[in-house]
């Protein structure tokens, strides 16, 4: 009933309205679609998506819409404001901010919530009935002294007046609140104990619900206490705090326009440039991952060493990289994946766009993660459950238009009320929030910059952010300063060319807002051992300098140059061919004692020892030899690039979307949802419904349809343990009473029981 009552509303809806309401209900635009103005009920009633929606409200809605269930199934907007002692105007805001996100609605002026968030929010009233309908089977004299007990005149009262003189009484909330208030702690308990259990109270002493204290707000039903609901109600406002505040003021910033916007745009391209150094480092070693997974502690101190930034700032960049697909897992641990080098190849504000975006959706605060049970992190960048990011968003979105960030995250109770963290937990948060934020160039000198704006403008739409950022966001220019010292210093960001040649014939020594990289006769080897020659290497290295190439560094080279391949390893397992004085050398050197060499010939020498054995040997001699094949051609070294290979689409992909036009066109031309129900009713959508009679129809189609087409859906889930979990799965096949499927969390297959599920919702 209440979901078809939604469907009316929903259906009476202006298209502008519906659209507004659709936008922040993106999840009910994923296939498979809701069929009809019943079907759209019932997705957005869904308790998953309610409680997504839910995150985003005030904590003035949240009051407001706490009222609403407790007066259910008689809300008003009048009813609510003096439940609440609040102005009526505050109370429509709050039913205003819920009826946009499709949290509330109104028919004929009753206030409506949908049925899973209505019977949460009303969990603490126990089973309790209104005082109208439970005085009818209470004694005459027992109401005669409930009236009296609340201050009424009793004389010549009658039970049917008794009963409305008590309704009256008791319809005086702020007066019940306060007798509520005034009970000694015994009493109070033992309220308490009637409110939750409505058929009595174990361990009530005899005559209790008699005393004076209780006199008046507990009613004998055949001899057992029961609490009308008004007093329950009153129970709750006295333990709770139920009150409109109205929105806090948050201060203006106190920071020049020009100081924003050159913070941060400054700010965007060194985390351009780290995250691109980062993934470069990774193509060239893979990080090391975890036998669980993830980038662990140490690994991440050796980059943020390496890289000259803090250990969060080095966390922020794998879970980004990780989130936007640039950084995955490969054997040998966490390199870049194919996406990289499209997205390294594109304008700077299309790569920040990519970044911002996710990071933005991020459930967690990358450089403030939470832990698990016995203080064990969950490391970079393995998934963590939090509601940090939905703190994030609320924070960005009460600073826009030039308030204080700072102010914003002080005030942060009131802009996302159900965040859930205790007050150190929510300062970490917040904190963790400001800082990220400075690190991406979304906030600067303590105000929402250019680009945070552009983001909260725009934060699903990647490509017309790339397009606002843009201007903001030039190519940031690359000075390369190779110095006599055979050092080479890099500022800004290095280009893909750049960075290659100097990763083939340099060592990095330092990274941050200005690299430094040194020239050796080892690295130079290194680039001839991978296939540069010694005119392509310096014609290479004046091309990038700024300055004339040093006199040393040409020396270096072509010094390396002329050594380079005068000693030659064949795969013979193996000869060693050099001038007769060399081989000689060669035979007569005591730490290639192990290579067993023996010499065939004045210029030929043979080992035992494996090709790569004898170059390791003969290079930490301080020879300079090359390869060869069994023809005596010169191998080229590979050094590719290590790439990770993605081998499942992440969670949401795939999955066909509408816009909310699209969507509000296919209800005007089915709003009753007939077209195509048997195609929709299939083999698969019976077998779950036999299995798990719980869901609603929207979330069986969500499920087989997921099964059917290779989709990806997030369900609610309990194990046998009855421990609750958020799963993001791929279902593969109905085994039995098992749902067969991938799991992202686990990163692994596992089977779930159909019977277990208690939601499905699509993916993000």
Request: with cysteine; aromatic share 4%; proline share 5%.
């Amino acid at each position: 009933m209440q979901t078809e009552a939604f469907a009316e509303y929903l259906s009476e809806l202006d298209g502008a309205s519906l659209t507004a309401l659709l936008h922040t209900r993106p999840d009910v635009l994923v296939e498979p679609f809701p069929r009809g103005f019943a079907g759209l009920a019932q997705r957005l009633s869904d308790t998953h998506s309610t409680a997504v929606a839910l995150r985003g409200v005030s904590r003035d809605a949240v009051v407001v819409g706490q009222a609403i269930a407790v007066l259910a199934p008689s809300a008003t907007v009048t009813g609510v404001a003096r439940l609440l002692d609040a102005p009526e105007a505050a109370v429509r805001d709050g039913v205003a901010e819920l009826c946009a996100r499709g949290l509330a609605w109104t028919r004929s002026a009753t206030l409506s919530l949908p049925e899973s968030l209505c019977s949460h929010w009303s969990e603490a009233l126990g089973t309790t009935r209104p005082v109208a309908k439970l005085a009818q089977t209470v004694l005459a004299d027992d109401l005669r002294k409930a009236v009296a007990a609340l201050g009424g005149d009793v004389d010549g009262l009658r039970k049917p007046e008794l009963i409305a003189r008590l309704t009256e009484l008791m319809s005086d909330t702020r007066s019940i609140v306060a007798r509520v208030k005034a009970l000694p702690k015994a009493a109070r308990g033992r309220l308490d104990g009637y409110r939750r259990i409505r058929f009595g109270y174990f361990g009530v002493q005899s005559g209790d619900e008699r005393s004076e204290n209780l006199a008046g707000l507990v009613l004998l039903l055949n001899g057992t206490p029961e609490v009308p609901r008004e007093i329950a109600v009153a129970a709750l406002l006295a333990e709770q705090e139920f009150s409109l505040t109205g929105r806090p003021e948050i201060p203006l910033a106190d920071a020049d326009e020009d100081v924003i916007d050159a913070g941060a745009q400054a700010a965007a391209q060194e985390t351009l440039r780290g995250i691109t150094t980062l993934l470069d480092d990774a193509a060239a070693k893979p990080f090391a991952a975890l036998k669980k997974g993830g980038i662990g502690a140490r690994e991440r101190s050796k980059l943020a060493g390496r890289l000259a930034v803090p250990e969060g700032v080095v966390a922020l960049w794998i879970d980004v990289a990780h989130a936007v697909g640039l950084l995955g897992k490969t054997g040998a641990g966490y390199a870049p994946a194919a996406a990289f080098a499209e997205w390294r190849a594109a304008e700077p504000g299309s790569r920040w766009a990519t970044l911002a975006s996710a990071w933005f959706a991020m459930d967690h605060a990358p450089s403030s993660r939470e832990e698990v049970k016995g203080d064990k992190e969950i490391p970079p960048p393995l998934f963590v459950p939090s509601k940090a990011g939905l703190m994030r968003r609320a924070l960005l979105s009460a600073a826009r238009s030039g308030g204080s960030a700072v102010a914003a995250g002080r005030e942060i109770d009131w802009f996302c009320p159900l965040h859930g963290y205790s007050d150190d937990q929510r300062a970490d948060k917040v904190a963790a929030a400001l800082r990220e934020a400075e690190l991406l160039g979304v906030i600067a000198a303590d105000a929402v910059s250019p680009l945070g704006e552009h983001l909260l403008a725009v934060p699903d739409d990647v490509e017309e952010l790339a397009r606002r950022c843009a201007p903001t966001l030039p190519e940031a220019a690359c000075t390369v300063i190779l110095q006599s010292d055979l050092t080479a210093v890099v500022t800004g960001e290095p280009s893909l060319a750049v960075a290659r040649l100097l990763a083939d014939a340099a060592v990095s020594e330092a990274r941050g807002s200005a690299g430094m990289w040194r020239f050796s006769p080892a690295s130079v080897r290194a680039a001839f051992d991978a296939g540069w020659d010694a005119a392509e290497l310096l014609a290479e290295l004046r091309a990038i300098s700024e300055r004339e190439l040093p006199q040393p560094l040409e020396y270096l080279v072509n010094d390396v140059a002329r050594r380079h391949g005068h000693v030659r390893v064949r795969s013979t397992r193996c000869c060693v061919v050099a001038d007769e004085a060399t081989i000689t050398e060669i035979l007569h050197t005591r730490s290639l004692g192990a290579l067993r060499l023996r010499q065939l010939a004045p210029t030929v020498a043979s080992s035992t020892a494996e090709p790569a054995d004898v170059l390791a040997g003969l290079r930490a001699a301080g020879l300079a030899p090359v390869a060869e094949d069994e023809s005596g051609t010169v191998i080229v070294e590979s050094r590719r690039a290590h790439e990770a290979v993605v081998n499942r689409a992440p969670a949401g992909s795939g999955r066909a979307r509408l816009t909310p036009t699209e969507l509000i066109e296919q209800l005007a031309a089915d709003p009753r949802g007939e077209l195509g129900r048997a195609e929709r009713e299939t083999d698969t959508f019976e077998a779950l419904a036999r299995q798990n009679g719980s869901l609603s129809d929207a979330e069986l189609e969500l499920l087989a349809d997921a099964l059917d087409n290779g989709g990806v859906v997030r369900i609610a889930y309990s194990d046998k343990t009855g421990a609750f979990t958020i799963r993001d799965i791929q279902p593969e096949e109905i085994n039995d009473r098992w749902l067969e499927s991938w799991c992202y969390l686990r990163d692994a297959e596992r089977g779930f029981a159909i019977a277990n599920i208690k939601s499905v919702s699509p993916a993000p």
